[in-house]
Protein backbone atom coordinates (compact mmCIF):
# COMPACT_ATOMS: atom_id res chain seq x y z
CA UNK A 1 0.00 0.00 0.00
CA UNK A 2 1.00 3.39 -0.79
CA UNK A 3 2.28 5.25 2.25
CA UNK A 4 1.30 8.63 2.80
CA UNK A 5 3.66 11.49 3.03
CA UNK A 6 4.37 13.22 6.71
CA UNK A 7 3.02 16.66 4.89
CA UNK A 8 -0.15 15.35 3.52
CA UNK A 9 -0.90 12.94 7.00
CA UNK A 10 0.01 16.61 8.77
CA UNK A 11 -2.34 18.61 7.19
CA UNK A 12 -5.05 14.98 6.83
CA UNK A 13 -5.14 15.72 10.49
CA UNK A 14 -5.38 18.94 11.12
CA UNK A 15 -8.83 18.80 8.54
CA UNK A 16 -10.15 16.19 10.70
CA UNK A 17 -9.28 17.97 13.63
CA UNK A 18 -11.12 21.08 12.17
CA UNK A 19 -14.21 18.81 12.15
CA UNK A 20 -15.07 19.51 15.63
CA UNK A 21 -13.22 17.39 18.68
CA UNK A 22 -17.08 16.81 19.79
CA UNK A 23 -17.60 14.22 17.79
CA UNK A 24 -14.74 11.85 19.12
CA UNK A 25 -15.89 8.42 20.21
CA UNK A 26 -19.48 10.19 19.91
CA UNK A 27 -20.85 8.76 16.27
CA UNK A 28 -24.41 9.34 17.57
CA UNK A 29 -23.19 13.04 17.53
CA UNK A 30 -21.81 13.11 14.01
CA UNK A 31 -24.88 11.46 12.58
CA UNK A 32 -26.54 14.95 13.65
CA UNK A 33 -26.72 18.33 11.35
CA UNK A 34 -24.86 20.38 13.53
CA UNK A 35 -21.58 17.86 13.06
CA UNK A 36 -19.05 19.40 11.00
CA UNK A 37 -18.02 17.58 8.14
CA UNK A 38 -14.16 16.94 6.94
CA UNK A 39 -13.62 19.01 3.90
CA UNK A 40 -10.70 18.41 1.45
CA UNK A 41 -9.03 21.10 -0.71
CA UNK A 42 -9.44 20.67 -4.66
CA UNK A 43 -5.60 20.46 -5.51
CA UNK A 44 -5.92 22.71 -8.72
CA UNK A 45 -7.70 26.23 -6.43
CA UNK A 46 -7.86 25.47 -2.82
CA UNK A 47 -11.41 25.28 -2.54
CA UNK A 48 -13.23 22.99 0.00
CA UNK A 49 -15.31 20.52 -0.88
CA UNK A 50 -16.64 17.97 1.94
CA UNK A 51 -14.95 14.32 1.77
CA UNK A 52 -18.21 12.61 1.17
CA UNK A 53 -20.55 13.51 -1.50
CA UNK A 54 -23.46 11.80 -3.30
CA UNK A 55 -23.79 9.50 -6.51
CA UNK A 56 -26.96 8.89 -8.22
CA UNK A 57 -26.00 5.68 -9.96
CA UNK A 58 -28.94 3.61 -10.11
CA UNK A 59 -30.86 4.71 -6.59
CA UNK A 60 -31.88 7.99 -8.35
CA UNK A 61 -33.36 6.56 -11.52
CA UNK A 62 -36.84 6.71 -10.39
CA UNK A 63 -38.30 7.43 -13.65
CA UNK A 64 -41.75 10.16 -13.32
CA UNK A 65 -42.90 8.19 -9.87
CA UNK A 66 -43.90 11.08 -7.65
CA UNK A 67 -43.65 9.28 -4.39
CA UNK A 68 -39.80 8.01 -5.43
CA UNK A 69 -38.72 11.37 -6.61
CA UNK A 70 -40.04 12.96 -3.40
CA UNK A 71 -38.04 10.66 -1.55
CA UNK A 72 -35.35 11.29 -3.18
CA UNK A 73 -35.71 14.72 -2.89
CA UNK A 74 -35.45 13.83 0.93
CA UNK A 75 -32.69 12.23 0.43
CA UNK A 76 -30.77 15.27 -1.17
CA UNK A 77 -32.31 17.56 1.83
CA UNK A 78 -30.78 15.22 4.32
CA UNK A 79 -27.46 15.59 2.38
CA UNK A 80 -27.48 19.72 2.29
CA UNK A 81 -28.44 19.48 5.74
CA UNK A 82 -25.83 17.59 6.94
CA UNK A 83 -22.91 19.80 5.03
CA UNK A 84 -22.92 17.71 1.83
CA UNK A 85 -22.19 19.49 -1.66
CA UNK A 86 -21.08 17.28 -3.93
CA UNK A 87 -23.95 15.11 -6.62
CA UNK A 88 -22.68 13.65 -9.37
CA UNK A 89 -24.75 11.92 -12.22
CA UNK A 90 -24.13 11.62 -15.89
CA UNK A 91 -26.54 11.02 -19.31
CA UNK A 92 -25.93 7.32 -18.56
CA UNK A 93 -27.94 6.96 -15.35
CA UNK A 94 -31.60 7.13 -17.03
CA UNK A 95 -33.81 9.81 -15.14
CA UNK A 96 -31.50 10.43 -12.47
CA UNK A 97 -30.39 13.83 -14.00
CA UNK A 98 -34.03 15.15 -14.11
CA UNK A 99 -34.93 13.43 -10.40
CA UNK A 100 -31.75 15.57 -8.93
CA UNK A 101 -33.22 18.70 -11.01
CA UNK A 102 -36.58 17.55 -9.33
CA UNK A 103 -34.78 18.08 -6.33
CA UNK A 104 -33.32 21.32 -6.48
CA UNK A 105 -36.22 22.76 -7.60
CA UNK A 106 -38.08 21.32 -4.37
CA UNK A 107 -34.93 22.68 -2.01
CA UNK A 108 -34.97 25.91 -3.83
CA UNK A 109 -31.55 25.54 -5.18
CA UNK A 110 -29.03 25.55 -2.13
CA UNK A 111 -26.17 27.23 -3.07
CA UNK A 112 -24.08 25.16 -1.20
CA UNK A 113 -24.49 22.39 -4.38
CA UNK A 114 -21.56 21.67 -6.07
CA UNK A 115 -22.81 19.85 -9.44
CA UNK A 116 -20.70 17.42 -10.94
CA UNK A 117 -21.77 15.50 -14.23
CA UNK A 118 -20.01 13.54 -17.17
CA UNK A 119 -20.40 13.60 -21.11
CA UNK A 120 -21.52 10.27 -22.60
CA UNK A 121 -21.77 10.11 -26.22
CA UNK A 122 -19.76 8.48 -28.81
CA UNK A 123 -19.81 11.89 -30.88
CA UNK A 124 -17.36 14.28 -29.95
CA UNK A 125 -19.72 16.53 -32.05
CA UNK A 126 -22.84 15.94 -29.87
CA UNK A 127 -21.18 16.21 -27.32
CA UNK A 128 -22.24 19.80 -26.58
CA UNK A 129 -25.96 19.33 -27.28
CA UNK A 130 -25.64 16.52 -24.23
CA UNK A 131 -24.17 18.64 -21.83
CA UNK A 132 -26.48 21.74 -22.91
CA UNK A 133 -29.39 18.90 -22.58
CA UNK A 134 -27.68 17.72 -19.21
CA UNK A 135 -27.69 21.27 -18.01
CA UNK A 136 -31.55 21.78 -18.05
CA UNK A 137 -32.35 19.08 -16.29
CA UNK A 138 -30.08 20.01 -13.49
CA UNK A 139 -31.51 23.82 -13.85
CA UNK A 140 -28.20 25.11 -13.09
CA UNK A 141 -26.30 28.23 -14.35
CA UNK A 142 -23.43 25.80 -15.25
CA UNK A 143 -21.66 22.95 -13.82
CA UNK A 144 -19.12 23.04 -11.51
CA UNK A 145 -17.81 20.13 -13.06
CA UNK A 146 -18.01 17.99 -16.09
CA UNK A 147 -15.84 14.79 -16.37
CA UNK A 148 -16.07 12.57 -19.82
CA UNK A 149 -17.25 9.41 -18.86
CA UNK A 150 -15.62 6.10 -19.15
CA UNK A 151 -12.96 8.00 -21.42
CA UNK A 152 -15.47 7.78 -23.84
CA UNK A 153 -13.93 9.92 -26.65
CA UNK A 154 -12.14 11.44 -24.32
CA UNK A 155 -10.12 13.66 -26.48
CA UNK A 156 -12.95 15.03 -28.54
CA UNK A 157 -15.03 15.89 -24.46
CA UNK A 158 -11.74 16.82 -23.21
CA UNK A 159 -11.12 19.34 -25.68
CA UNK A 160 -14.86 21.08 -25.78
CA UNK A 161 -14.36 20.93 -21.22
CA UNK A 162 -11.59 22.76 -21.59
CA UNK A 163 -12.72 25.62 -23.94
CA UNK A 164 -16.04 25.64 -21.49
CA UNK A 165 -13.54 26.46 -18.78
CA UNK A 166 -11.66 28.47 -20.26
CA UNK A 167 -14.47 30.71 -21.75
CA UNK A 168 -15.89 30.65 -17.92
CA UNK A 169 -18.68 28.15 -18.89
CA UNK A 170 -17.26 25.64 -16.19
CA UNK A 171 -15.18 25.66 -13.18
CA UNK A 172 -13.76 21.89 -12.98
CA UNK A 173 -12.64 19.20 -15.93
CA UNK A 174 -12.20 15.92 -15.19
CA UNK A 175 -12.28 12.45 -16.04
CA UNK A 176 -14.18 9.13 -14.85
CA UNK A 177 -13.44 5.05 -14.92
CA UNK A 178 -14.49 2.42 -12.70
CA UNK A 179 -13.85 -1.33 -11.73
CA UNK A 180 -10.35 -0.71 -12.48
CA UNK A 181 -10.72 -0.96 -15.81
CA UNK A 182 -8.55 1.15 -18.38
CA UNK A 183 -6.14 2.68 -15.76
CA UNK A 184 -2.94 2.71 -17.78
CA UNK A 185 -5.09 5.16 -19.87
CA UNK A 186 -6.09 6.91 -17.29
CA UNK A 187 -2.71 7.84 -16.18
CA UNK A 188 -1.32 8.72 -19.44
CA UNK A 189 -4.30 11.35 -19.81
CA UNK A 190 -3.38 12.65 -16.21
CA UNK A 191 0.16 13.21 -17.31
CA UNK A 192 -0.70 14.67 -20.18
CA UNK A 193 -3.91 16.81 -19.89
CA UNK A 194 -4.42 20.04 -17.35
CA UNK A 195 -7.27 17.63 -15.25
CA UNK A 196 -8.64 18.82 -12.12
CA UNK A 197 -10.26 15.70 -11.35
CA UNK A 198 -10.12 11.47 -11.70
CA UNK A 199 -12.75 9.65 -10.93
CA UNK A 200 -11.74 5.67 -9.82
CA UNK A 201 -13.20 3.07 -7.82
CA UNK A 202 -11.75 2.77 -4.95
CA UNK A 203 -12.75 0.75 -1.36
CA UNK A 204 -10.86 -1.23 0.85
CA UNK A 205 -11.31 -4.08 -1.00
CA UNK A 206 -10.49 -2.19 -4.32
CA UNK A 207 -7.11 -0.62 -4.15
CA UNK A 208 -5.48 -0.72 -6.93
CA UNK A 209 -5.93 2.93 -7.58
CA UNK A 210 -3.34 3.24 -4.42
CA UNK A 211 -0.25 1.76 -6.85
CA UNK A 212 0.02 4.38 -9.32
CA UNK A 213 -3.05 6.53 -9.63
CA UNK A 214 -3.39 8.16 -6.53
CA UNK A 215 0.33 9.04 -6.31
CA UNK A 216 0.18 10.40 -9.52
CA UNK A 217 -2.65 12.84 -8.48
CA UNK A 218 -0.91 13.57 -5.70
CA UNK A 219 2.06 14.85 -8.25
CA UNK A 220 0.22 16.66 -10.54
CA UNK A 221 -2.45 18.15 -8.01
CA UNK A 222 -5.25 16.55 -9.17
CA UNK A 223 -8.46 15.57 -7.10
CA UNK A 224 -9.86 12.15 -6.69
CA UNK A 225 -13.33 11.65 -6.66
CA UNK A 226 -13.86 7.82 -5.59
CA UNK A 227 -16.88 5.99 -6.70
CA UNK A 228 -18.83 2.63 -5.81
CA UNK A 229 -17.52 2.79 -2.42
CA UNK A 230 -19.53 0.05 -1.75
CA UNK A 231 -19.01 -2.24 -4.67
CA UNK A 232 -23.27 -0.76 -5.31
CA UNK A 233 -24.02 -2.44 -1.90
CA UNK A 234 -22.72 -5.60 -2.50
CA UNK A 235 -19.73 -4.86 0.07
CA UNK A 236 -22.30 -3.80 2.62
CA UNK A 237 -23.86 -6.89 2.49
CA UNK A 238 -21.11 -9.30 2.69
CA UNK A 239 -20.18 -7.65 6.04
CA UNK A 240 -22.46 -6.26 7.93
CA UNK A 241 -23.98 -9.24 9.83
CA UNK A 242 -20.29 -9.27 11.34
CA UNK A 243 -20.00 -7.71 14.72
CA UNK A 244 -18.19 -4.27 14.72
CA UNK A 245 -14.69 -4.34 15.80
CA UNK A 246 -13.71 -3.24 19.17
CA UNK A 247 -11.61 -0.23 17.14
CA UNK A 248 -14.45 0.94 15.49
CA UNK A 249 -15.52 3.25 18.36
CA UNK A 250 -11.44 4.96 18.32
CA UNK A 251 -12.47 5.93 14.99
CA UNK A 252 -16.10 7.28 16.11
CA UNK A 253 -17.47 5.01 13.38
CA UNK A 254 -21.26 3.55 14.47
CA UNK A 255 -21.66 1.38 11.42
CA UNK A 256 -19.70 -0.81 8.90
CA UNK A 257 -20.50 1.64 6.03
CA UNK A 258 -18.68 4.39 8.03
CA UNK A 259 -15.55 2.43 8.17
CA UNK A 260 -15.40 1.85 4.63
CA UNK A 261 -16.16 5.05 3.93
CA UNK A 262 -13.39 6.61 6.70
CA UNK A 263 -11.08 4.58 4.94
CA UNK A 264 -11.42 5.89 1.91
CA UNK A 265 -11.72 9.46 3.02
CA UNK A 266 -8.41 9.20 4.73
CA UNK A 267 -6.25 8.21 2.33
CA UNK A 268 -4.85 11.72 1.66
CA UNK A 269 -5.30 11.59 -2.06
CA UNK A 270 -9.00 11.37 -2.19
CA UNK A 271 -10.58 14.51 -2.60
CA UNK A 272 -14.23 13.03 -1.98
CA UNK A 273 -15.78 9.81 -1.68
CA UNK A 274 -19.46 9.53 -3.20
CA UNK A 275 -21.83 6.99 -1.90
CA UNK A 276 -25.23 6.59 -3.44
CA UNK A 277 -28.55 5.97 -1.24
CA UNK A 278 -32.14 6.19 -1.34
CA UNK A 279 -32.36 6.38 2.30
CA UNK A 280 -32.17 9.09 4.55
CA UNK A 281 -31.11 7.49 7.56
CA UNK A 282 -27.91 6.18 5.30
CA UNK A 283 -27.50 9.42 3.89
CA UNK A 284 -26.63 10.85 7.40
CA UNK A 285 -24.63 8.04 8.13
CA UNK A 286 -22.66 8.80 5.49
CA UNK A 287 -21.92 12.25 5.84
CA UNK A 288 -21.07 11.17 9.78
CA UNK A 289 -17.97 8.93 8.38
CA UNK A 290 -16.40 12.29 7.54
CA UNK A 291 -16.00 13.57 11.25
CA UNK A 292 -14.44 12.28 14.22
CA UNK A 293 -10.82 10.59 14.08
CA UNK A 294 -9.14 9.82 10.84
CA UNK A 295 -7.24 6.79 11.13
CA UNK A 296 -3.56 6.38 10.83
CA UNK A 297 -1.33 4.26 8.95
CA UNK A 298 -1.67 1.32 11.77
CA UNK A 299 -5.53 1.76 11.93
CA UNK A 300 -6.05 1.40 8.06
CA UNK A 301 -3.95 -1.18 7.89
CA UNK A 302 -6.00 -3.16 10.82
CA UNK A 303 -9.10 -2.04 8.57
CA UNK A 304 -7.98 -3.95 5.85
CA UNK A 305 -6.94 -7.08 7.29
CA UNK A 306 -10.44 -7.19 9.32
CA UNK A 307 -12.32 -6.64 6.00
CA UNK A 308 -10.25 -8.79 4.17
CA UNK A 309 -11.07 -11.69 6.78
CA UNK A 310 -14.70 -11.24 6.37
CA UNK B 1 -16.77 -1.16 -25.23
CA UNK B 2 -12.95 -2.26 -24.23
CA UNK B 3 -12.42 -4.65 -21.12
CA UNK B 4 -15.82 -6.12 -22.09
CA UNK B 5 -14.76 -9.32 -20.04
CA UNK B 6 -14.50 -7.14 -17.05
CA UNK B 7 -18.47 -6.48 -16.82
CA UNK B 8 -20.95 -8.36 -15.55
CA UNK B 9 -24.70 -7.93 -16.13
CA UNK B 10 -25.35 -6.12 -13.11
CA UNK B 11 -23.41 -3.22 -14.85
CA UNK B 12 -25.75 -2.71 -17.21
CA UNK B 13 -28.41 -2.42 -14.76
CA UNK B 14 -29.49 0.91 -14.95
CA UNK B 15 -32.39 0.81 -12.21
CA UNK B 16 -33.29 -1.01 -9.11
CA UNK B 17 -35.54 -4.08 -8.47
CA UNK B 18 -38.29 -1.34 -6.59
CA UNK B 19 -38.23 0.92 -9.56
CA UNK B 20 -38.60 -1.98 -12.20
CA UNK B 21 -42.14 -3.11 -10.35
CA UNK B 22 -43.28 -0.16 -9.39
CA UNK B 23 -43.11 1.34 -13.12
CA UNK B 24 -45.45 -1.80 -13.84
CA UNK B 25 -47.20 -0.86 -10.74
CA UNK B 26 -47.92 2.97 -12.08
CA UNK B 27 -48.16 1.41 -15.66
CA UNK B 28 -51.05 -0.67 -14.77
CA UNK B 29 -52.90 2.06 -12.86
CA UNK B 30 -52.88 4.43 -16.32
CA UNK B 31 -53.72 1.69 -18.69
CA UNK B 32 -56.56 0.58 -16.82
CA UNK B 33 -59.13 -0.74 -17.93
CA UNK B 34 -57.38 -1.91 -20.95
CA UNK B 35 -56.75 -4.79 -19.13
CA UNK B 36 -60.11 -6.27 -19.37
CA UNK B 37 -59.73 -5.37 -23.28
CA UNK B 38 -56.40 -7.74 -23.83
CA UNK B 39 -57.32 -10.64 -22.24
CA UNK B 40 -60.82 -10.86 -24.15
CA UNK B 41 -58.40 -10.00 -27.25
CA UNK B 42 -56.41 -13.15 -25.84
CA UNK B 43 -59.25 -15.26 -25.44
CA UNK B 44 -60.34 -14.43 -28.57
CA UNK B 45 -56.93 -15.41 -30.30
CA UNK B 46 -57.96 -19.25 -28.43
CA UNK B 47 -60.57 -18.94 -29.31
CA UNK B 48 -59.83 -18.56 -33.06
CA UNK B 49 -56.84 -21.40 -32.60
CA UNK B 50 -59.57 -24.13 -31.43
CA UNK B 51 -62.07 -23.47 -33.87
CA UNK B 52 -59.96 -22.32 -37.24
CA UNK B 53 -61.92 -20.89 -39.78
CA UNK B 54 -61.15 -18.34 -42.91
CA UNK B 55 -60.33 -15.43 -40.68
CA UNK B 56 -58.06 -17.01 -38.03
CA UNK B 57 -55.10 -16.09 -40.03
CA UNK B 58 -56.22 -12.22 -40.51
CA UNK B 59 -57.66 -12.34 -36.86
CA UNK B 60 -54.70 -13.75 -34.68
CA UNK B 61 -52.36 -11.51 -36.31
CA UNK B 62 -54.08 -8.30 -36.13
CA UNK B 63 -54.47 -8.76 -32.58
CA UNK B 64 -51.19 -9.59 -31.69
CA UNK B 65 -49.62 -6.87 -33.74
CA UNK B 66 -51.75 -4.63 -32.48
CA UNK B 67 -50.93 -5.95 -28.43
CA UNK B 68 -47.06 -5.51 -30.08
CA UNK B 69 -47.61 -1.92 -31.01
CA UNK B 70 -49.49 -1.02 -27.66
CA UNK B 71 -46.64 -2.01 -25.83
CA UNK B 72 -44.17 -1.13 -27.57
CA UNK B 73 -45.79 2.64 -27.13
CA UNK B 74 -47.98 2.27 -23.62
CA UNK B 75 -45.12 0.96 -22.11
CA UNK B 76 -41.69 0.71 -23.76
CA UNK B 77 -41.63 4.33 -25.16
CA UNK B 78 -44.04 5.93 -22.82
CA UNK B 79 -42.73 4.12 -19.53
CA UNK B 80 -39.90 2.17 -19.40
CA UNK B 81 -37.86 4.64 -21.89
CA UNK B 82 -37.93 6.78 -18.48
CA UNK B 83 -35.32 4.94 -16.53
CA UNK B 84 -33.96 2.76 -19.68
CA UNK B 85 -32.19 4.78 -22.33
CA UNK B 86 -32.45 1.47 -24.71
CA UNK B 87 -35.80 1.05 -24.21
CA UNK B 88 -36.68 3.09 -27.41
CA UNK B 89 -34.43 1.14 -29.43
CA UNK B 90 -36.85 -2.19 -28.48
CA UNK B 91 -39.27 -0.20 -29.30
CA UNK B 92 -38.69 -0.33 -32.82
CA UNK B 93 -38.36 -3.95 -32.43
CA UNK B 94 -41.46 -4.46 -31.25
CA UNK B 95 -42.88 -2.43 -33.97
CA UNK B 96 -40.94 -4.53 -36.74
CA UNK B 97 -42.55 -7.23 -35.15
CA UNK B 98 -46.07 -5.62 -35.45
CA UNK B 99 -45.06 -4.94 -38.88
CA UNK B 100 -43.93 -8.46 -39.85
CA UNK B 101 -47.01 -10.03 -38.02
CA UNK B 102 -49.42 -7.82 -40.04
CA UNK B 103 -47.77 -9.13 -43.25
CA UNK B 104 -47.58 -12.88 -42.76
CA UNK B 105 -51.07 -13.27 -40.58
CA UNK B 106 -52.70 -10.18 -42.66
CA UNK B 107 -51.65 -9.09 -46.03
CA UNK B 108 -50.06 -13.13 -46.92
CA UNK B 109 -53.02 -15.16 -44.87
CA UNK B 110 -49.80 -17.35 -43.77
CA UNK B 111 -50.59 -17.61 -40.20
CA UNK B 112 -52.85 -20.87 -39.80
CA UNK B 113 -53.06 -23.03 -36.63
CA UNK B 114 -54.75 -26.40 -36.18
CA UNK B 115 -54.58 -27.64 -32.65
CA UNK B 116 -53.49 -31.09 -31.60
CA UNK B 117 -51.56 -31.24 -35.10
CA UNK B 118 -48.35 -31.88 -33.85
CA UNK B 119 -45.99 -31.61 -30.78
CA UNK B 120 -45.07 -28.17 -31.63
CA UNK B 121 -48.63 -27.60 -31.88
CA UNK B 122 -49.86 -28.83 -28.60
CA UNK B 123 -46.59 -27.13 -26.84
CA UNK B 124 -47.35 -23.81 -28.56
CA UNK B 125 -51.03 -24.09 -27.21
CA UNK B 126 -49.24 -24.46 -23.82
CA UNK B 127 -47.23 -21.37 -23.74
CA UNK B 128 -50.06 -19.56 -25.04
CA UNK B 129 -52.04 -20.45 -22.12
CA UNK B 130 -49.02 -20.01 -19.81
CA UNK B 131 -48.75 -16.50 -21.03
CA UNK B 132 -52.36 -15.78 -20.75
CA UNK B 133 -53.47 -16.91 -17.47
CA UNK B 134 -50.43 -18.43 -15.62
CA UNK B 135 -48.32 -14.93 -16.04
CA UNK B 136 -50.71 -12.76 -14.16
CA UNK B 137 -50.35 -14.91 -10.98
CA UNK B 138 -46.28 -15.31 -11.28
CA UNK B 139 -45.75 -12.00 -9.59
CA UNK B 140 -48.41 -12.68 -6.99
CA UNK B 141 -46.69 -15.70 -6.48
CA UNK B 142 -43.43 -14.28 -6.03
CA UNK B 143 -44.68 -11.80 -3.27
CA UNK B 144 -45.47 -8.90 -5.38
CA UNK B 145 -49.05 -7.03 -5.13
CA UNK B 146 -50.98 -7.52 -7.73
CA UNK B 147 -51.04 -3.91 -8.86
CA UNK B 148 -47.76 -5.28 -9.91
CA UNK B 149 -49.05 -8.06 -12.41
CA UNK B 150 -47.96 -8.55 -16.10
CA UNK B 151 -50.80 -9.32 -18.32
CA UNK B 152 -51.17 -10.31 -22.14
CA UNK B 153 -51.16 -7.78 -24.19
CA UNK B 154 -49.93 -4.97 -21.61
CA UNK B 155 -46.94 -6.29 -20.23
CA UNK B 156 -43.92 -6.96 -22.63
CA UNK B 157 -42.73 -10.77 -21.48
CA UNK B 158 -46.70 -12.25 -21.56
CA UNK B 159 -47.39 -10.32 -24.75
CA UNK B 160 -44.02 -12.11 -26.01
CA UNK B 161 -44.30 -15.58 -24.58
CA UNK B 162 -48.13 -15.89 -25.68
CA UNK B 163 -46.29 -15.22 -29.45
CA UNK B 164 -43.95 -17.18 -29.29
CA UNK B 165 -46.42 -19.60 -28.59
CA UNK B 166 -48.53 -18.64 -31.77
CA UNK B 167 -45.25 -19.35 -33.85
CA UNK B 168 -44.64 -22.42 -32.95
CA UNK B 169 -47.85 -23.56 -33.35
CA UNK B 170 -48.50 -22.55 -36.86
CA UNK B 171 -48.44 -24.97 -39.82
CA UNK B 172 -45.14 -23.20 -41.93
CA UNK B 173 -42.28 -21.77 -39.45
CA UNK B 174 -41.91 -18.25 -40.17
CA UNK B 175 -38.45 -17.77 -38.55
CA UNK B 176 -38.40 -13.85 -39.63
CA UNK B 177 -40.95 -13.29 -36.86
CA UNK B 178 -39.07 -15.32 -34.43
CA UNK B 179 -36.14 -12.85 -33.70
CA UNK B 180 -37.52 -9.92 -31.94
CA UNK B 181 -39.19 -12.74 -29.74
CA UNK B 182 -36.29 -14.29 -29.15
CA UNK B 183 -34.13 -11.56 -28.96
CA UNK B 184 -36.55 -9.55 -26.06
CA UNK B 185 -36.63 -12.59 -24.07
CA UNK B 186 -32.86 -13.12 -23.53
CA UNK B 187 -32.76 -8.75 -22.79
CA UNK B 188 -36.00 -9.17 -20.17
CA UNK B 189 -34.20 -12.70 -19.07
CA UNK B 190 -30.64 -10.65 -18.78
CA UNK B 191 -32.60 -7.81 -16.69
CA UNK B 192 -34.68 -10.17 -14.02
CA UNK B 193 -31.52 -12.29 -13.55
CA UNK B 194 -29.27 -9.01 -13.20
CA UNK B 195 -31.71 -7.88 -10.49
CA UNK B 196 -31.63 -11.50 -8.75
CA UNK B 197 -35.81 -12.33 -9.79
CA UNK B 198 -36.92 -15.93 -9.19
CA UNK B 199 -38.72 -15.68 -12.49
CA UNK B 200 -35.90 -14.51 -14.43
CA UNK B 201 -35.27 -17.74 -16.09
CA UNK B 202 -38.93 -18.25 -17.33
CA UNK B 203 -38.81 -16.11 -20.79
CA UNK B 204 -35.78 -17.60 -21.54
CA UNK B 205 -36.75 -20.87 -21.24
CA UNK B 206 -39.85 -20.42 -23.05
CA UNK B 207 -37.58 -18.88 -26.19
CA UNK B 208 -35.32 -22.18 -25.90
CA UNK B 209 -38.49 -24.15 -25.75
CA UNK B 210 -40.01 -22.29 -28.82
CA UNK B 211 -36.17 -22.32 -30.72
CA UNK B 212 -35.39 -26.26 -29.72
CA UNK B 213 -39.65 -26.82 -31.40
CA UNK B 214 -39.07 -24.63 -34.21
CA UNK B 215 -35.59 -26.18 -35.14
CA UNK B 216 -37.52 -29.86 -35.23
CA UNK B 217 -40.42 -28.61 -36.89
CA UNK B 218 -37.75 -27.16 -39.93
CA UNK B 219 -35.52 -30.35 -40.24
CA UNK B 220 -39.10 -32.59 -40.10
CA UNK B 221 -40.31 -30.22 -43.18
CA UNK B 222 -36.77 -30.58 -45.21
CA UNK B 223 -36.71 -34.32 -44.18
CA UNK B 224 -40.82 -34.56 -45.84
CA UNK B 225 -39.73 -32.46 -49.03
CA UNK B 226 -36.30 -33.72 -49.83
CA UNK B 227 -36.87 -36.98 -52.48
CA UNK B 228 -36.11 -40.83 -51.29
Redesign the interface.
Known amino acids: MEQMSPLSRRRLLRAFAATGAAALFRPQLASSQQARVLSKPIPSTGEELPAVGLGSWITFNVGNDTIARDACAQVMRAFFDSGGRLIDSSPMYGSSQKVIGYGLTKLNRPPSLFSADKVWISSGVRGPDQIEASRRFWGVPRFDLLQVHNLLSWEEHLRTLLAMKAAGRLRYVGITTSEGRRHGEVERIMRAQPLDFVQVTYNILDRQVEDRILPLAQDRGIGVIVNRPFREGELLRKIERHPLPGWAAEIGCASWAQIILKFIVSHPAVTCAIPATTRVDHVRENMAAATGVPPDEAMRARMIARVEKL | M ?2 WW ?1 YSL ?2 F ?4 PR ?1 YY ?2 FE ?1 YNLAVWPWHVLAIVLGLAVLVFWLRGGAWQSRTVAVILATCWLFVAWAYLVA ?1 YD ?4 AASYFAVGYAVEALLLVWTGLIRNCLSLRPGRDVAGAVGLCIFVLALFVWPLLGRLLGRPWLQTEIFGIAPDPTVVATLGVLIAADRMHWELLVVPLLWCAISGATLWAMQSPDALLAPAAALLALVLACWKTLSRLRQASPG
Open positions: SETSDLLFSTRLLRTINW
